[in-house]
């Protein structure tokens, strides 16, 4: 199967990801990957600093996270992310990214469960082993 996904199987999808908060977009299925167009459900952010909600979005940027693979094929969800501006006269803090849904940590590049397999994978073999199997399965 090689092009976009249709809106019905966006839901087989969604079930298969078991990522609450995420919306897909779009999913392009390629030979050897799969590829996720997503964003986040929330439409507002609560400010790290001072906790007031804003709904006034300052930008918007993708970071691209790698999951699990699905029938041989990479995972990679491009996920949407909003930078919210705290409407707080008071506040120091201007601008703030949105609370990512769980499942996935700030600053990571893998879900939380392609992180998990990683480190699992990690302890369990070390070296270049390690290297070796994970270049096949993750
Ligand atoms: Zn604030």
Same mark, same amino acid.
């Given at each position: #199967?090689?092009?976009?996904? /249709?809106? *019905?199987?966006?839901?087989?999808?969604?079930?298969?990801? =078991?990522?609450?908060? $995420? $919306?897909?977009?779009?999913?392009? +299925?390629?030979? *050897?990957?799969?590829?996720? #167009?997503?964003?986040?459900?929330? /439409?507002?952010?609560?400010?790290?600093? !001072?906790? %007031?909600?804003?709904?006034? $979005?300052? @930008?918007?940027? !993708?970071?691209?996270? =790698?999951?699990?693979? +699905?029938?041989?094929?990479?995972?990679?969800? %491009?996920?949407?992310? /909003?930078?919210?501006?705290?409407?707080?006269?008071? !506040? /120091?803090? %201007?601008?703030? @990214? =949105?609370?990512?849904?769980?499942?996935?940590?700030?600053?990571?590049?893998?879900?939380?469960?392609?992180?998990?397999?990683?480190? =699992?994978? @990690?302890?369990?073999? *070390?070296?270049? %082993?390690?290297?070796?199997? @994970?270049?096949? $399965?993750?």
């Amino acid at each position: #199967m090689n092009g976009f996904a /249709k809106n *019905s199987e966006y839901c087989f999808f969604n079930t298969l990801l =078991q990522l609450p908060g $995420i $919306i897909i977009n779009d999913v392009h +299925v390629e030979e *050897s990957r799969i590829i996720i #167009m997503a964003q986040t459900k929330e /439409k507002y952010g609560t400010c790290p600093l !001072c906790g %007031k909600r804003s709904h006034r $979005i300052h @930008s918007v940027y !993708c970071r691209t996270l =790698q999951d699990l693979p +699905v029938c041989a094929r990479e995972v990679f969800i %491009k996920l949407q992310i /909003k930078k919210f501006v705290c409407t707080n006269p008071r !506040c /120091k803090k %201007k601008v703030f @990214s =949105q609370r990512l849904p769980s499942g996935i940590r700030r600053y990571s590049r893998r879900t939380g469960r392609a992180e998990e397999q990683l480190t =699992q994978l @990690s302890l369990e073999v *070390s070296g270049r %082993k390690g290297s070796w199997i @994970s270049k096949l $399965i993750c």
